[in-house]
């Protein structure tokens, strides 16, 4: 003869599905693929302590029109490691309009 256990629970009937047609799936944006950004050539920017950017023309300094913050925005920025009299030295990559 089978026991029963003390503390069994009833089972529950799954709740009727609705005869609704199911939604489209919704894609993820990090699996929507994206082209990939296309850089021109690199050029030196100096910055100073009061975020002053400078950029090398004509075998002078001149001051340039955007400041980094704002282009990191949409350009390639890497900080070099030396400084040239207490200015920070910027690598900055202008992006490139794709041709399709």
């Known amino acids: 003869m089978a ?33 990939p950004k296309v850089y021109g050539k690199p050029f030196v920017l100096l910055e100073d302590e009061q975020k002053n950017t400078f950029e090398y023309q004509g075998g002078s300094w001149v001051a340039y029109a955007r400041t980094i913050a704002e282009c990191r925005v949409d350009c390639d920025v890497k900080q070099l490691s030396q400084k040239v009299n207490k200015m920070t030295r910027y690598e900055v990559r202008l992006q490139v309009a794709a041709n399709d």
């Open 3 to 35: 026991q029963r256990r003390p503390y069994q629970q009833q089972r529950r009937k799954s709740a009727p599905r609705s005869s609704a047609p199911p939604a489209a799936p919704v894609i993820p944006a990090y699996l929507i693929k994206t082209p």
